[in-house]
């Protein structure tokens, strides 16, 4: 009964999530193309076995997982890197985190649109401007490395977060300790090593999670640079089913992508969220 | 083994502030344990920091065993610390924590396991081995930081209030355990504590710091006996010693309605000054059944062998006492109770400087 105030915002929560997964499962179980009225019929599970014999629905997962992983794992590298920078004191600490942070602070859509004209454009671009010395003419980066192009623009939004969560990880790390292990006779790469890395562990795992929550779902940015293309050689997930639902019409087959893609993101969030639990409670008791 | 020479060493944190520690000169000898002691803030862990290389010297000198250490590094000063918050590595066990000095010193693997098994063999801790330190209670870990500075063997041991975490039993326990270790490795060692029961306990000699500054550098007896000003005198022993500004009065001063009497020399080295601080320790205190001092009891703290009589004068409320008393003492609050002084056991202090007048 205490509980009962919060009534209405769990009626809500079910409202704008569970309804329309239940109505994305009933959609998956029909034949239903937009273009042809009248077609919508019971199929069962039909748009099931489609999805999985589909290879360009492989094709694309793979996309999913190499640009969300990939994109993670070198935001976490380039964000420890200046993490470690950020702690050390310097002239201009204070100006040069605040323009490290800023790429997090703009709207998604601008970013890949950034990227997309006045960064990698082959003609007016910086990219190839600053790269012209180095004998790199026109290079259509976009069209040659269309998903390292959409991964780029990915990683320079979420290289931030990552620094900033990992440099709230450095700055929670008692100076004792690196002050025993400096008597102790360790150099800095082993202190690195055996004492920073251990404790940045579970900031690193926390932002590489919350970072694959996030980037699993990347719309914005295939959508403003490559379109998914060239074919679907940068088209994760949600792009491609929104391609086969409101490109396509086909609602059956893009709401049985959907449920697909839900169920695989939920099993693997568990086994992800449990190991970040775990290893913030484990952290927990030694304080 | 080693000797450790503070030479009018200094360190200012922030340029224009008064020095953290002033111009600190001090020689621990081979083989002994010296404690730093003094109220917080007094520049004692400044010092130590200093000695392990963790602060820089900004004047003066510091030498170990001879050597000029002002730009040694702390890693080739060859001494080992004991951290006040241990500063354990949480992501390794027991054996790591107190192998890591030593792996880091490339000590192949068998000596490392020689001295790391003999270091829990004497510290109790074989069982442990293989814990992480968040699985140990204060006092294993509190051994675990002590493991990983006898490992390495080295000139000097540094301490840094390594107690203060422990609960009151574990504390006497420890205190004792720590000296004796270190009277069988006799390995110099330098112990900051801001618990004066501590220094005296446990140290061959006690330096008494203040804002930075040493006050007196000897043996605990000797601070306690001769304490050359009134800051060690109210400092050293517990209770406190009774420090009282008194106005002079004949040959002597006049406390409450009774003559306390001076020696020749300390009247001689007062001079003229109208009043002098007054230190008598509460068990130079004594209860009589009529001469003496009329004061009113405000506190009983009754200890079993002993009691302290916290009390103020009869015809002065801002002067306070405190007195030792017998065990069981019949004597309640609000009494009123005669204090006699034992004239031969008063220090006297100038009122202005605080130091000892005469000797
Ligand atoms: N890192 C620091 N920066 C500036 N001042 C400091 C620093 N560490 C200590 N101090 C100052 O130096 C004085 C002595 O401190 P410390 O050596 O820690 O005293 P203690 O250990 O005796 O309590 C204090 O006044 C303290 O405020
Ligand atoms: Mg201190």
Redesign the pocket.
């Known amino acids: 009964m205490r509980r009962a105030p919060l009534l209405p915002a769990l009626v809500f929560t079910i409202i704008v999530t569970q309804i329309p997964f239940l109505l994305t499962i009933f959609y998956s179980l029909q034949s239903w193309n937009l273009v042809r009225p009248g077609s919508q019929q019971w199929v069962w599970f039909d748009n099931y076995v489609s999805v999985f014999q589909d290879s360009q629905f492989r094709g694309v997962a793979l996309n999913t997982v190499i640009m969300t992983l990939g994109s993670v794992l070198i935001a976490v590298v380039l964000g420890l890197v200046l993490a470690l920078l950020l702690n050390r004191h310097f002239v201009g600490r204070g100006v040069v985190r605040t323009l490290l942070v800023t790429p997090f602070l703009i709207t998604p859509v601008a970013a890949a649109l950034l990227w997309k004209t006045t960064l990698l454009d082959p003609t007016y671009g910086l990219v190839n401007f600053v790269l012209s010395p180095f004998g790199v003419g026109e290079e259509a980066w976009i069209s040659d490395f269309p998903l390292a192009s959409v991964m780029v623009a990915l990683i320079w939004q979420w290289t931030p977060f990552m620094m900033l969560l990992l440099l709230a990880g450095l700055q929670s790390m008692p100076t004792d300790q690196i002050e025993a292990a400096r008597m102790d006779g360790a150099g800095a790469w082993a202190i690195f090593r055996e004492l920073t890395l251990p404790h940045l562990r579970r900031f690193i795992e926390l932002g590489t999670v919350l970072g694959a929550i996030y980037l699993v779902n990347t719309f914005d940015a295939v959508y403003m640079i490559t379109q998914g293309g060239p074919g679907t050689a940068s088209a994760n997930l949600p792009f491609y089913i929104y391609q086969r639902a409101f490109l396509g019409f086909d609602i059956g087959q893009s709401a049985a992508m959907g449920v697909v893609v839900v169920v695989m993101t939920i099993i693997v969030a568990t086994f992800a969220l449990r190991l970040v639990f775990r290893s913030f409670g484990a952290a927990e008791g030694s304080h | 083994m080693a000797e450790v020479v503070f030479d009018r060493a200094s ?1 200012i ?2 340029p224009g ?2 020095p ?2 002033d111009g600190l000169s001090l020689t621990v000898d081979d083989g002994e344990l010296v404690v ?1 002691v ?12 200093m000695l392990a290389g963790l ?1 820089p010297i900004d004047a003066g000198h510091l030498r170990i065993d001879g050597r000029d250490v002002v730009d040694v590094p702390s890693k080739d000063r060859d001494i080992a610390m004991v951290f006040q918050s241990y500063a354990l590595y949480p992501s390794k066990t027991v054996w790591d924590n107190m192998a890591f000095p030593l792996k880091m010193r490339g000590m192949d693997k068998a000596e490392q396991a020689r001295r790391v098994n003999e270091a829990a063999e004497i510290l109790g801790l074989t069982e442990y081995l293989d814990r992480k330190p968040k699985a140990l209670s204060g006092g294993q870990r509190q051994r675990v930081a002590m493991g990983r500075a006898i490992v390495r063997e080295p000139q000097v041991f540094l301490m ?2 390594p107690l203060s975490n422990l609960d009151a039993k574990m504390r006497v326990q420890t205190r004792a355990q720590i000296a004796g270790l270190q009277n069988r490795l006799d390995v110099t060692t330098v112990y ?1 504590t ?1 618990d004066q029961v501590e220094a005296m306990t446990m140290g061959d000699r006690v330096a008494v ?1 203040r ?2 500054r040493l006050q007196q550098y000897a043996t605990p007896s000797e601070l306690y006996d001769h304490p050359v000003n009134a800051f060690v005198a109210g400092f050293i022993g517990s209770p406190a010693m009774n420090l009282l500004d008194l106005g002079r009065a004949g040959d002597g001063v006049r406390l409450g309605d009774v003559d306390v009497p001076l020696r020749r020399e300390v009247r001689d080295s007062a001079g003229d000054a109208s009043t002098v601080t007054i230190g008598v320790r509460p068990e130079d205190l004594s209860l009589s059944d009529g001469d003496g001092v009329k004061a009113v009891v405000d506190v009983v703290e009754e200890l079993g062998s002993e009691s302290y009589l916290y009390a103020h004068l009869a015809d002065d409320e801002a002067t306070t006492l405190v007195v030792r008393g017998p065990g069981r003492t019949r004597v309640r609050y609000g009494e009123t109770i005669a204090v006699r002084v034992d004239p031969e056991a008063v220090h006297a202090f100038d009122s202005a400087s605080g130091e000892r007048l005469a000797s």
């Open positions: 360190r944190y922030t502030a008064t953290a520690v730093l003094g109220p917080s803030g007094s520049g004692k862990s400044t010092a130590l920091r602060e840094d209030e900051v801001h710091l804002d930075g």
